[in-house]
């Protein structure tokens, strides 16, 4: 049984940075690629972040390029959201996603697997 699970979110201000970690077990995480997306009250599911299988490449919504930095601990089977900068705007409950390719995507359909989330409020 595959399970994500997503931590390090909360209350924060303007400025401010968090980390998110997100805890990957029961599948091959070293072979998936690793994506962030979010979801702020009564929008879409947005991409934020992806990486390859072995970090090689990553990609960012332009909302966040230049603030957020993804990466990932193949020995820990974990994947990480560096948030710097946030802003109010920032505010969504943050899912971590796996993908059973090597390649990261900007598309949540492309996903296989999904954490349950975890809020990130940034207040002004």
């Known amino acids: 049984q595959v399970q994500l699970v997503e931590s390090g979110g909360g209350l924060s201000q303007a400025g401010d940075s968090l980390r998110l970690s997100c805890a990957a077990s029961?599948?091959?995480?070293?072979?998936?690629?690793m994506g962030w997306f979010r979801q702020a009250p009564g929008k879409e599911r947005e991409f934020v972040a992806a990486?390859?299988?072995?970090?090689?490449?990553?990609s960012y919504a332009a909302s966040v390029k230049g603030r957020f930095i993804i990466s990932r601990d193949n020995a820990q089977n974990t994947v990480y959201l560096q948030m710097n900068s946030l802003k109010p705007e920032d505010t969504a409950v943050y899912y971590c996603?796996?993908?059973?390719?090597?390649?990261?995507?900007?598309?949540?359909?492309?996903?296989?697997?999904w954490g349950q989330g975890t809020q990130v409020t940034v207040s002004s």
């Open positions: 029961g599948l091959t995480f070293g072979s998936s690629a």
């Open positions: 996603a796996a993908r059973k390719s090597y390649s990261g995507s900007p598309g949540p359909g492309d996903y296989d697997y």
């Open positions: 990486i390859t299988w072995n970090g090689g490449r990553t």
